[in-house]
Every structure is written in C-alpha cells, then in structure tokens.
C-alpha cells in the first residue's frame, strides 16, 4: 500500500467514526430504557472502545508497517486470514449505507422534506466515492481542511442548549437497574466507539507511529465524551419523560436554539451541516476499506474498478424504504458485528502471535 497518512489525520479518523453517530443513532429508545441514567449506557461501549484501541495499536507495534489485510493472513494462514478479511470488509462497507441512511433521513426530516432520501443517498455517495477514488490520504486531508469547521460547529451544538440544563435531572444515580444494559437498544451500544476501525485498516499507512496513543487515546475518550453528553443533555434540559417521547431528542433540543445573528438562525440547521461534513469523511473511510479489504479478501488487485458500484448499492441500500424494527435489527447487528471483527479476531491474533513468537524464540 502506498498511502501515508500522519499521526493528526489518523487520530482525526478515528475521532469521528466514533462521534459520527451522536445526533442520529442515539434516539429515544435508549432513554425509554434508562431514563435520566440513559448516558450511562455507554459505559461498557468505552471499556470496548478503549480496549479495541489497545489491541489495534498493539498490532500496530507487533506488525510495523503493515494493516491487517498484510498481517491477518500470516497469521491466521491464508484461508482462514482471507475468511476473517471478508467478513471484515463486509462490516466495513456495511457502514456506509447504514450511517447514510440515517442522514439522509435526518436531512429530509429537518431541511429537505419535499426531497427523495434515495436521491439525497445517490448525491451524497458519488460525491463521497471522489474522495475514495484517491485513496485515504486524500479524504484523511479534506478531514484536516474541515477539522476546524467540525469543532467550531460541535462546541456550539453542545454548548448553545446548556444554559437551559438542569444538571440535579441527572441524579441520583442511584437506583439504577442494570438489567437495562440487556436492553437490545442499550446492550447493542456496546459498539460505539469504533474508531479503532481506523486503527486496524490504516495501521501500516502512518508515516510515525512513535507516541501515537497519546494522541488517539484522548482523542476517543473526547469522543466518548460527546456521545454521552448528546443522550444527557436533552435529559437536562427536557427531563426523561419529555425526552424519551421524542425521536431525535438531540434534534429537539438543538431545535429550541435560534441565533439571530447567524444565517443560519435555527441550531438545527447549524447540526445538520456540521454532520455532513462529518459523515464524508466517516463515509469515505467505510466505503474505501470495505472495497479494499474485501478486495485483499478475494485476492483483487484493482479495487477502484469495484468503487463506483459499491457507492451505488450503498445508495440504494440507504435510500430505499425498509420498515422501522427491520433497520433497528440491522444496525443492532451491525454493531455486535464491529466487536466481533474488530476487537475479539484482533485480540485473537495478537494472542496468536505472541505465541508463534515466544516459540520461535524457544525454538532459536
């Protein structure tokens, strides 16, 4: 692989494939199911996080230069590393149509409601697939160009609402039943912070690697921070029973924000911009390594032949109408599927090869 990226451009990725979800996917089931302790249900998801970042950046250290589509198949042998990548991949391009389905649907609901979200899907994608035709070292530096537009617009959606919290509606934390994590709409969180995604695929692109954990650690920990200020704040601010009433209870708040000295005037549309430019990036890598690793995984040299219709089956996957509980079910699926691909095989190999090694080392 040719492509380099920096130590900023990766801990970047991995910052917003996690933050990624925080207005669209965290809707009211999860406050349904735990009420003013509703950001507490990503607690286990930052124990996964952290833990899969550990074990992507082990790899890393353990494999020098390489991603896991070089060394998955060293260690797992050929067809069992190639089984693994498959999958992988298809959890990887599983991504784009499930994180562009989400926002074309928020797009209609707040700015465009007279548009066809498979037509929003189609756009986005082909504008999205320019970036992956280039490669990660290209959408990772629009990702720098827009880093600055990204925090400005993140610090004002969160911060605007604050000043009509009431922090007291959180507490107190006791009596909290924990059987809520077994919540489908709870348990399947598990899987939020998957910014070490980043980490397995693009491993061998970083040009230095030296210190890099203290720049993605705090960065996911940021990340982890945002998602769970974004299911407590309309708690703190609407209570749990008007909140867990509501679809998008982040969307409600930001839309009792105006400013009349924006264009914009409505904090709604302040979001709605900043996530897009969020989700070309988030986009762009789901897409571009679910075709490369699936590509490593059947053995395919060009993997830009394959780009143009993988963005159109992802449009239309994310444009076509499917009924509520079946696209519930997929994205809770999915994102077990994340931990399975990218945190339990990982640490798989990485038991593995320090096996294989500490025998070698026997053996000499």
């Known amino acids: 692989m040719t492509f380099r990226i920096s130590r900023w451009q990766m801990t970047l990725l991995a910052f917003l494939v996690s933050t990624c979800v925080t207005p669209f996917v ?21 124990a996964v996080g952290l833990v899969g970042t550990g074990i992507a950046l082990a790899l890393m250290a353990r494999f020098p230069g390489a991603s896991v589509t070089e060394y998955a198949p060293r260690v ?24 562009l389905r989400v926002l074309t649907r928020i797009t209609r609901f707040t700015e465009l409601p007279r548009t066809s979200p498979l037509f929003t899907a189609f756009l986005f994608a082909a504008v999205v697939a320019i970036g992956c035709h280039f490669g990660p070292e290209v959408f990772s530096r629009i990702g720098e160009v827009l880093a600055l537009f990204i925090a400005a617009g993140l610090l004002v959606i969160f911060a605007a609402p604050l000043p009509a919290a009431v922090p007291a509606r959180l507490l107190p934390l006791s009596g909290f039943d924990w059987r809520a994590y077994f919540a489908p709409s709870v348990f399947s969180s598990i899987g939020s912070l998957r910014g070490f995604l980043c980490l397995l695929v693009l491993g061998g692109t970083v040009g230095r690697t030296d210190g890099l954990h203290r720049w993605v650690l705090p960065a ?128 798989f190999l990485l038991l593995l090869a320090g096996r294989r090694r500490a025998a070698e080392g026997r053996g000499a």
């Open 26 to 46: 965290y809707d009211s089931l999860i406050i349904v199911a735990m009420r003013r302790h509703a950001w507490m249900a990503l607690v286990p998801g930052l």
């Open 76 to 99: 797992l042998g050929t067809a069992a590393g190639r089984v693994y990548l498959f999958l992988f991949g298809l959890v990887l391009f599983a991504g784009a149509p499930a994180n």
């Open 220 to 347: 996911m920990l940021l990340a982890w921070a945002l998602l769970a200020l974004g299911l407590a704040e309309p708690v703190m601010i609407l209570g749990s029973g008007m909140a867990e009433r509501l679809r998008y209870p982040l969307f409600s708040v930001t839309g009792t924000v105006s400013f009349r000295w924006m264009p914009f005037q409505r904090l709604t549309t302040v979001t709605v911009l900043v996530w897009e430019m969020i989700m070309y990036v988030v986009l762009a890598f789901y897409l571009w390594s679910g075709i490369h690793v699936l590509s490593s995984a059947l053995g395919l040299r060009r993997w830009r032949t394959w780009l143009i219709p993988a963005a159109a089956a992802a449009a239309y996957l994310a444009g076509v109408s499917i009924p509520r509980f079946l696209s519930r079910a997929a994205t809770n699926t999915w994102d077990f599927a994340v931990v399975g691909v990218g945190v339990l095989v990982p640490l």
